[in-house]
């Protein structure tokens, strides 16, 4: 069972060469995960999602990552 509300553990990329910026974002969505806040866990994945098109567009993350961020942080994991 995983330790998580909304974040799907299960999917594993690279995150350790990810953008500072949006590795702090992360951070965030973890503590709302945690807290099981789904408002706020959806309004910062949302921001996230944003910058991560963004990064991905300016050649900053690669699809792989972004893809990682889109099905581990986005696909709402319900237990």
């Not at 990810?18 to 974002?25: C, G, S, T, V």
């Not at 996230?48 to 050649?59: F, M, P, S």
Request: with cysteine; net charge negative.
């Amino acid at each position: 069972m995983s330790k998580w509300n909304f974040i799907d553990d299960s999917i594993v990329f690279d995150e350790e060469s990810l953008p500072n910026d949006i590795k702090e974002d992360i951070k965030s969505l973890k503590e709302y995960d945690k807290d099981n806040d789904f408002i706020m866990y959806d309004a910062c994945y949302e921001g996230i999602e944003t910058g991560a098109k963004n990064l991905l567009i300016a050649g900053r993350i690669t699809e792989e990552q972004y893809r990682g961020i889109e099905r581990k942080y986005g696909g709402y994991v319900w237990h």
